[in-house]
């Protein structure tokens, strides 16, 4: 079941280039988050969405920016990137229907960036 | 600021062993627990969730979790662990007013069969 996919699912890339990560998602989710994952830091948040013209920072916005495109699509950007960037990205998603703060959130499969 | 701690970074138990896997949080208002799994080469996934009723709660694949208010703790525990156990398990929590999810660093487990 790929309710939640993420492109590209790999990328290598230099110091300085932009880089792009999609999300798209068919659970017809209004809420969608980026986070991204280091080992021994867990997942941090860095832009949550709850509609298409919501957008809110999280704890590590600096270096990243978002758009989203429609309800079901939501792109984290990262202008100009570092080697300090490089890391395991998840997009993910949530109804919003159980009150918000009870809300399951659905994973998609992560993409794996390398800044060199 | 809120925070989400998880002390044991990495267990390795032996197939039958039972497991306990602790879960701290730092805030004093109303919260939501969550425990996430993440096997190898997977999403993310949830294991379980609590949100309000009966703190000792019950997920998938024989999991459970207490939630103990006055500890600010949300442990979970499996009495038997299999091999397919070894996965990485993330607490997580959200909390009123934010509507953020704040993770745990996540807590390694592997099974030995």
């Known amino acids: 079941d790929a309710d939640v996919t993420q492109t590209p699912r790999n990328r290598i890339t230099?110091?300085?280039?932009?880089?792009?990560?999609?999300?798209?998602?068919?659970?017809?989710?209004?809420?969608?988050?980026?986070?991204?994952?280091?080992?021994?830091?867990?997942l941090r948040l860095i832009y949550y969405s709850f509609d298409v013209k919501d957008i809110n920072k999280g704890e590590i916005s600096d270096g990243y920016s978002v758009s989203r495109q429609a309800q079901a699509k939501f792109s984290l950007s990262l202008e100009s990137?570092?080697?300090?960037?490089?890391?395991?990205?998840?997009?993910?998603t949530s109804s919003g229907l159980a009150g918000g703060l009870a809300d399951t959130q659905y994973f998609g499969p992560g993409t794996r960036l390398t800044v060199l | 600021a809120q925070s989400?701690?998880?002390?044991?970074?990495?267990?390795?138990?032996?197939?039958?062993?039972?497991?306990?896997?602790?879960?701290n949080y730092s805030y004093g208002g109303t919260v939501n627990l969550f425990w996430y799994v993440q096997y190898p080469g997977q999403h993310l996934?949830?294991?379980?969730?609590?949100?309000?009723?009966d703190p000792l709660v019950k997920g998938i694949k024989g999991f459970e979790a207490e939630f103990i208010k006055s500890k600010f703790s949300f442990n979970l525990r499996k009495p038997s662990v299999q091999w397919s156990d070894t996965a990485e398990y993330f607490c997580a929590v959200s909390t009123s007013g934010t509507y953020k999810y704040?993770?745990?660093?996540?807590?390694?487990l592997k099974v030995l069969a």
């Not at chain 1, 798209?24 to 980026?34: A, E, I, L, V």
């Not at chain 2, 989400?4 to 879960?23: D, K, M, P, R, T």
């Not at chain 2, 704040?102 to 390694?108: P, W």
């Open chain 1, 14 to 42: 230099k110091t300085g280039k932009r880089i792009m990560l999609e999300c798209s998602q068919t659970k017809g989710h209004d809420r969608m988050y980026w986070y991204r994952q280091d080992p021994g830091l867990g």
């Open chain 2, 45 to 53: 996934q949830l294991l379980l969730k609590y949100f309000s009723g």
């Open chain 1, 81 to 92: 990137a570092i080697p300090n960037q490089t890391a395991l990205y998840f997009c993910a």
């Open chain 2, 4 to 23: 989400v701690s998880q002390h044991n970074h990495h267990v390795i138990l032996s197939e039958a062993a039972s497991l306990e896997l602790g879960c």
């Open chain 2, 102 to 108: 704040i993770f745990g660093t996540g807590t390694r």
